[in-house]
């Protein structure tokens, strides 16, 4: 996909001006009160007990374990690019099904993905039993790669950038309250059947916390020119297993299978 308006197959992955959206995440992310507060307005500051819990929605995350997540993103006119599976928090592992589809007519495009903090798998690719077979190398279900970050010009796959974000909805430790005290509260919405307060960056950036849990249940920024929704259910330990390195090739020691694919 490397036009935002005439979208490609996954193996060419739209790029996007990253806008330094994936390293503001942790920024962003560096809640709210299970106590209702009377006559708020949206863009009303939060209140101290709200930046606490703010602070600390990406530890939380983390001792949780992991969550299930949904990733939906409007790149181009009639084609969204959705990742849904589940993230490991505590060793940063995660697997989806990364799906493309359009209101064209065109057919859906699917991948199965699992990626780290470094690299990315991506299995079903079009054409690369082909491309195993032409360069005599061993069949794999799998192509792996590493995580591709911005280049010079401030762009980066979209696929690549999707996954980072969902990797750093966590964090060790909690962040400093005071970071957050330029949020407002947005209102109140439900989000997967929970009632969540949500709240506003200086950048546009929205966060949604469970009002009883104070989980982190949904996170929305704005990239390039369309909004990314990553939602969290489910909260809990996840076992995850990275696929076989006799079922990979590995993209970055076999280029010339990277340069046929797309990839």
Same mark, same amino acid.
Request: no cysteine; proline share 3%.
């Given at each position: 996909m490397r036009s935002r308006r005439r979208p490609g197959r996954l193996a060419a992955p739209l790029r996007v001006v990253?806008?330094?959206?994936?390293?503001a995440l942790v920024t962003v992310l560096a809640g709210c009160s299970a106590d209702p507060v009377a006559e708020r307005t949206p863009g009303d500051p939060i209140t101290s007990e709200e930046a606490q819990v703010l602070s600390r929605v990406l530890?939380?995350?983390?001792?949780?374990?992991?969550?299930?997540?949904?990733?939906?993103?409007p790149f181009a006119e009639g084609a969204v690019l959705t990742l849904t599976g589940e993230i490991d928090f505590s060793r940063g592992i995660g697997r989806a099904q990364a799906v493309t589809s359009y209101t064209n007519g065109q057919p859906e495009e699917t991948?199965?993905?699992?990626?780290?903090?470094?690299?990315?798998?991506?299995?079903?690719?079009?054409?690369?039993?082909?491309?195993?077979?032409?360069t005599g190398l061993p069949a794999? &279900?799998?192509?792996?790669?590493? @995580? /591709?970050? $911005?280049?010079?010009?401030?762009?980066?796959?979209?696929?690549?950038?999707?996954?980072?974000?969902v990797g750093r909805l966590s964090a060790r430790s909690a962040d400093d309250p005071r970071s957050f005290e330029k949020y407002t509260w947005a209102g109140s919405e439900s989000v997967n059947g929970q009632l969540a307060s949500v709240f506003r960056s200086g950048t546009g950036a929205e966060i949604a916390v469970a009002a009883d849990s104070r989980l982190l249940v949904q996170y929305v920024t704005r990239l390039q020119d369309f909004d990314v929704t990553i939602t969290l259910a489910d909260h809990g330990a996840r076992d995850i297993t990275l696929p076989a390195?006799?079922?990979?090739?590995? &993209?970055?020691?076999?280029?010339? @299978? /990277?340069? $046929?694919l797309g990839l």
């Open positions: 990253v806008l330094g959206a994936v390293a530890s939380t995350d983390r001792q949780q374990g992991g969550a299930d997540f949904e990733v939906s993103a991948r199965t993905l699992f990626f780290t903090g470094t690299d990315l798998w991506q299995g079903g690719v079009p054409g690369l039993a082909e491309a195993l077979t032409a794999a &279900t799998y192509a792996r790669r590493p @995580i /591709a970050t $911005a280049d010079a010009a401030g762009t980066a796959s979209l696929l690549d950038v999707l996954v980072q974000m390195d006799a079922d990979t090739v590995n &993209t970055a020691e076999h280029p010339e @299978i /990277a340069a $046929a």
